[in-house]
């Protein structure tokens, strides 16, 4: 199947723009699929979470990778789309590492194949609360328990010495969303993910106490990383190569052209606000997957579950279990990375 010139351009894409998109997309496909991927199929997840943007530009590169049939399987952004790439649903993903950490402790079929981006959580807070620490025996909204809010504010709790299952008061999802209670004032604090920061700031809503793009340690650490189900990265190791340098190709256009991606997350349908988007862009690290070590942030968000008390194995097993950065290392060295 030959692929339209139109659906590999960014909509709207100045020329210029246009040359730095095309470019690497004609050279893969002049390379040919040589050996070709064991499947021309790949399912992706899509939520309304937009700090995953290459997720949502990468389909044009993966065609050229020789995948004819981009799926994207609509999932919510927690605890069910961790267990939809367990169970096979969902072939790969971006997500936090924590909930893949808790799904793996528990057996699911998931590997961690590359870190993608930093920091995308922020915490906000009312007036009168300054840090993490202030939050004991306050109300925080979340989507649910286990969800990445939950999961990622478990860790900063527990870094400063509160229980996060006793200390804090956690708020849900319900007929009123959590970030509309504190819109409301009726809840202490929110911890969101874009497009939900740039809606607070943009509505000068609350006070960001913990920005984890900036604030060490989390800005030393990956948010989002890919993530695929075991066995088909087992039976599709061509596949699943191509799958990590389209992806990471993704991620460099967030950085080189943040505007066109914003415009093609609007125009497929992505996401809404085409401002938020670009705010995004230009508030989260894309640049980082060539400098950090992946395998830092699972030892990393290992140990801080395993002190809350959510995650049983060690790091190194989780490591073991859940981690293979085989293809990762073979498209940093094609890629200069």
Not at 250 to 272: I, K, N, Q
Request: aromatic share 8%; hydrophobic share 40%.
């Amino acid at each position: 199947m030959q692929t339209n010139r139109r659906d590999l351009l960014l909509a709207g894409a100045c020329a210029a723009s246009t040359a730095i998109l095309w470019s690497p997309v004609t050279r893969l496909s002049a390379e040919g699929p040589n050996p070709p991927p064991e499947t021309t199929t790949i399912r992706l997840a899509k939520n309304p979470v937009i700090c995953i943007a290459p997720q949502y530009v990468v389909s044009d590169l993966l065609n050229a990778e020789g995948f004819t049939n981009v799926v994207y399987v609509q999932s919510d952004a927690g605890v069910e789309q961790t267990k939809a790439v367990g169970k096979g649903d969902i072939d790969f993903t971006l997500h936090f590492s924590g909930p893949l950490l808790l799904q793996i402790d528990r057996g699911l079929s998931i590997t961690i194949l590359a870190g993608i981006h930093v920091g995308c959580f922020e915490l906000f807070a009312r007036e009168g609360i300054r840090s993490v620490a202030d939050l004991k025996g306050r109300t925080v909204g979340i989507q649910g328990l286990e969800t990445s809010p939950h999961v990622f504010l478990s860790a900063m709790a527990t870094l400063v010495g509160l229980d996060p299952a006793k200390d804090i008061e956690w708020v849900t999802s319900g007929p009123v969303k959590p970030i509309e209670l504190f819109a409301e004032g009726k809840i202490d604090a929110f911890l969101g993910f874009p497009p939900e920061p740039q809606r607070l700031r943009a509505q000068n809503i609350g006070r960001v106490i913990v920005n984890s793009a900036q604030d060490r340690p989390w800005s030393q650490y990956f948010c989002c990383m890919l993530a695929s189900n075991r066995e088909f990265v087992r039976k599709n190791p061509i596949a699943t190569k191509r799958v990590v340098r389209a992806m990471l190709r993704a991620t460099d256009l967030c950085v080189s052209e943040p505007a066109l991606v914003a415009r093609r997350m609007v125009d497929r349908g992505f996401t809404a606000r085409q401002d938020y988007a670009v705010q995004t862009l230009a508030d989260v690290p894309y640049n980082r997957w060539r400098d950090y070590d992946p395998e830092d942030t699972i030892r990393f968000y290992a140990l801080r579950l395993r002190e809350a008390g959510m995650l049983k194995s060690s790091p190194a097993k989780i490591v073991a279990d859940g981690t293979d950065w085989r293809f990762l290392k073979e498209v940093r060295r094609e890629l200069g990375g």
